[in-house]
């Protein structure tokens, strides 16, 4: 098979994967190998705490694997986040976003295909699915279709984790004030040419996703790619000064229609538990933008690069150490004549 000619960034985030991430490594490096003239390898190691770092500290030694290049974070962020750590450091003309235990490396050259034809988004969406729990399929599945409604993208099928980014689209999106976040939706909303693949492969090896791990992240989600949470608000409040005016009138009439009307506890019952109803939902929703100010403000950066090492070899800088001999300038005497003969 034909290379394609161009460089290409692959980032995946591993979190305790010392078991399988030397032969992960050893299949993606052999599959970029015969796919593209010239590619690095970003790995971000999502604060694990079993042997990862030594296992990639050693595949990055003189002996290890080429084009390899490790961020090490010193404290567990989402899935996001990691992979933007990766994203903002690719030096490729392309850069393509894939989980190892559950992305197909190989339908990468499908991908790379549409890339290099013009699409500056392709996005491929694997049918078999991790195992997850009953409760993370149903609170998945209202996430998706929430979302949907709001930003009008279905995230799970428009919008999966695999993907491959051309360089403007990166660029474009370091210019948000939150990239981490902004990249899990703008590719699919941003008005960049885009591709939707699907394929079939078995995951490698995935543990069961749980619903407690996701809910932080899909709230995030929610409340900082849209404005249509808080349009919800506005219209709750709306909805809640209506309800009010209506509920006053029909006082009023009763008041003056009625001549045997009760004490005013029955009223008062009604009218309390319907406002705190409303008010409630209000402060909910209010309640997760304040918590999302406050953890953008108050938590620092988002991550903190503990250390950095790359491959001893880079076969990048083998190319650009090629030294071409010029020819030797000839000598001539006083009348023009080549000195020598």
């Known amino acids: 098979m ?16 010392a078991d399988h991430i030397q032969a992960l490594l050893i299949e993606i490096n052999r599959t970029l190998d015969e796919l593209v003239s010239d590619y690095e390898i970003i790995i971000v190691d999502n604060a694990s705490n079993d042997d990862s770092l030594l ?5 990055t030694g003189t002996e290890g694997l080429p084009n390899l290049q490790v961020y090490a974070l010193t404290k567990e962020v989402d899935d996001d986040t990691a992979s933007w750590v990766g994203l903002e450091n690719a030096l490729g003309d392309f850069v393509a ?4 235990l559950n992305d197909d490396v190989n339908f990468l050259r499908e991908m790379l295909d549409e890339a290099v034809s013009g699409a500056d988004v392709v996005f491929a969406n694997n049918k078999q699915k991790p195992a997850q729990s009953f409760a993370y399929r149903g609170a998945y599945l209202l996430f998706n279709m929430l979302y949907k409604w709001f930003s009008g993208i279905h995230l799970a099928t428009e919008a999966p984790q695999y993907r491959v980014l051309s360089k403007c689209v990166v660029n474009f999106i370091l210019q948000h004030p939150q990239p981490a976040i902004t990249y899990r939706h703008l590719p699919a909303t941003g008005g960049f040419s885009r591709v939707n693949l ?6 490698k ?3 069961t996703k749980r619903l407690g791990e996701s809910v932080d992240r899909g709230m995030r989600l929610l409340v900082s790619t849209t404005r249509a949470p808080m349009r919800l608000v506005t219209s709750l409040s709306l909805f809640g000064a209506v309800a009010n ?9 009763v008041a003056f229609l009625k001549v045997d009307v009760a004490p005013g506890w029955v009223s008062l019952s009604l009218q309390q538990s ?3 109803f409303l008010i409630s939902l209000v402060l909910l929703v209010l309640g997760e933008y304040i918590l999302n100010m406050v953890s953008l403000q108050n938590e620092g950066p988002l991550y903190h690069v503990g250390q950095e090492f790359t491959s001893a070899r880079m076969t990048r800088r ?7 001999a010029m020819p030797q300038p000839q000598k001539y005497g006083t009348y023009g004549e080549q000195v020598g003969q």
């Open 2 to 17: 034909t290379q394609f000619p161009l460089f290409l960034s692959l980032v995946i985030t591993t979190h305790n994967q």
């Open 55 to 59: 296992r990639l500290k050693a595949l």
């Open 97 to 100: 976003v894939l989980d190892p």
């Open 198 to 203: 699907s394929y079939s492969a078995r995951p």
């Open 205 to 207: 090896l995935s543990r």
């Open 245 to 253: 005016l209506v509920y006053s009138l029909y006082v009023v009439a």
């Open 274 to 276: 319907g406002m705190f």
């Open 318 to 324: 083998e190319k650009l150490n090629i030294e071409v």
